[in-house]
């Protein structure tokens, strides 16, 4: 060539495009599934392996197909099939279409299935695990070299997220106090439910049965451990409320059996008095019991010191409990009921030095107050009996000796405590005309309406009694002049009732009261206060009957 003649580029060659062909003995050596389609998508060649596939073919059960057809020259496709198995179960195959010279379509398959089901299996051993995992512990979790936690599961534990834990200690969440114990979270050896009290995020603390397994690195070396954690605080809880609950029915079949060997009801009360201060490991026990006639507590056994209770018994009045240090002493004090209604008090004294009261000796102190409820009911009920003796027979109201016998108990109390209190004599006028013309049935009727009308006007703690024939007397118990005048002024209204009774209508039956009042700073002794009462009485029935007279003052002249 000339170098005057012009060279012109020549063009890059491109690289022939190759398609496949493939006889049938290239198709029946492939291993996997293999076959030929026209681009319409009809079976041109096929091997045996490939019968599942042409079968899904044929029933259009190929969902990519259109995909595979659409192949391009040059650029091959590939896509998985599940495929129902000739015997049963599934098929999974992946599948890559090329084009061949003639412009068909060769299909490889290649089996997927137990490669599949494999990774499936895995990925449903690796939940399975975790579930089981999950459900026999609260949380898993791995310390390293260094003994801090480097995991913790997800969920976290003790109250703190996961990620709140991992980097710190196990000992910053311990709540011994012996910090020479190894704690499981750094297990040297396999360790199985070890028992470990930790402290919460909220402050309190849970008891977790740990299990764990030593982590050696290649020369033996320990490298951390793990394992996983159950709570089981409101077991170890639940076990400690029982072992004090079978320790308190002993304590409580003891003051009981104590109580019950008592015969005299007297008795009873001291008994458990000592009884629950023993039980208890308190320094003193009083025992107090509301009488049916009055409305305060009364002390009934004491054993043992103790101090001042009044600010306790009035405490009764806004809380059935009281739980306080007074007067030196730590104080535990509860009331003691019999079907609901108070009927006297449990007070236990514990020196300052000792320890303070527990959960357990508030539930006991309960327990022994209604075996005392039980008690004081016992003996009410003993006095009730001998009350019967006490007694009038006709009306239930108290007899001559036993009325006397009271207000004395009473008016020694008065004079100790400067209160007043009233005493008024009652006598039936013409009561005798009612037995001489109605006879001693109606007469009787006659008292019985009687009583009632004075029980009416009086209250629970007043004592009313019937000294004998038509003659009663009334105790107004804290009543002071002006009370006592209403009472009879109330009573002789209410007697006007009586006159149905009546022997005859010039002979109407009525009511002469005499009243003495006893003032709270007075030195006046209780027969004089008798003498003014009857005096007084005496005086209205001789000045015309029908009424009521106040007896003059101790000292004063009467009229």
Not at 175 to 188: I, R
Not at 478 to 499: F, W
Request: aromatic fraction near 6%; charged fraction near 25%.
């Amino acid at each position: 060539m000339s170098s005057g003649q012009e060279t012109r580029p020549q063009r890059p060659v491109e690289p022939q495009r190759r398609s496949v062909t493939l006889g049938d003995s290239a198709l029946a050596a492939y291993p996997g599934p293999a076959l030929v389609l026209t681009r319409d998508g009809a079976v041109v060649q096929a091997n045996r392996r490939a019968e599942p596939l042409q079968a899904a073919i044929a029933g259009n059960r190929l969902k990519n197909l259109p995909a595979l057809l659409a192949t391009a020259e040059g650029q091959p496709a590939a896509t998985i099939e599940t495929l129902a198995a000739p015997g049963g179960g599934v098929l999974i195959l992946e599948l890559s279409s090329l084009p061949t010279e003639d412009n068909h379509l060769l299909i490889l398959g290649r089996d997927v299935t137990l490669e599949r089901n494999l990774r499936s299996a895995l990925v449903e051993s690796r939940q399975r695990y975790k579930d089981l995992v999950e459900i026999s512990s609260d949380f898993a979790w791995e310390v390293g070299a260094d003994g801090r936690f480097v995991f913790v599961s997800p969920k976290g534990a003790l109250g703190y997220a996961a990620s709140e834990l991992v980097a710190h200690h196990p000992k910053e969440y311990s709540a011994s106090t012996d910090h020479t114990t190894a704690l499981p979270f750094l297990a040297s050896i396999s360790v199985e439910d070890a028992e470990v009290w930790m402290r919460q995020a909220d402050g309190s603390e849970a008891c977790l049965l740990a299990s764990a397994t030593p982590i050696l690195g290649e020369q033996g070396e320990w490298i951390g451990a793990r394992g996983i954690c159950r709570d089981v605080t409101q077991e170890r809880l639940r076990d400690a409320a029982l072992s004090r609950a079978n320790s308190r029915e002993r304590l409580l079949s003891y003051i009981v059996r104590t109580i019950r060997d008592e015969v005299d009801p007297a008795d009873m009360l001291r008994a458990a008095a000592e009884a629950t201060a023993r039980a208890l490991g308190a320094t003193g026990c009083q025992i107090f019991r509301i009488h049916p006639e009055a409305s305060d507590f009364a002390l009934a056994a004491q054993y043992g010191e103790g101090g001042d209770e009044k600010t306790i018994l009035d405490s009764f009045l806004e809380s059935d409990h009281f739980d306080d240090a007074i007067g030196g002493w730590n104080v535990l004090a509860t009331v003691s009921r019999y079907r609901a209604s108070i009927n006297g008090a449990v007070l236990l004294w514990r020196d300052p030095c000792r320890p303070g009261w527990s959960d357990d000796d508030r539930l006991l102190i309960d327990d022994v107050a209604n075996q005392v409820g039980l008690a004081n009911e016992q003996i009410a009920n003993h006095e009730r009996i001998l009350k019967l003796s006490r007694t009038d027979s006709l009306t239930g109201l108290f007899n001559r000796r036993a009325f006397f016998e009271e207000i004395a108990r009473r008016f020694n109390r008065l004079s100790r405590e400067h209160r007043p209190a009233a005493l008024i004599y009652a006598d039936l006028d013409n009561f005798k005309a009612v037995n001489d013309v109605h006879g001693h049935q109606t007469g009787d009727q006659a008292l019985l309406a009687v009583r009632d009308l004075l029980l009416q006007s009086t209250r629970p703690i007043d004592l009313v009694a019937r000294l004998g024939g038509d003659e009663f007397a009334i105790w107004l118990e804290g009543a002071e002049e002006h009370i006592a005048i209403q009472r009879c002024t109330d009573m002789l209204e209410a007697s006007k009732e009586l006159v149905r009774y009546s022997g005859t209508p010039e002979k109407k039956l009525a009511m002469s009261l005499g009243v003495a009042v006893h003032g709270g700073p007075s030195h006046e002794t209780l027969e004089e206060l008798i003498a003014r009462a009857d005096k007084a009485m005496y005086e209205v029935k001789r000045d015309g009957k029908g009424h009521w007279r106040l007896a003059p003052p101790p000292g004063a002249t009467g009229g």
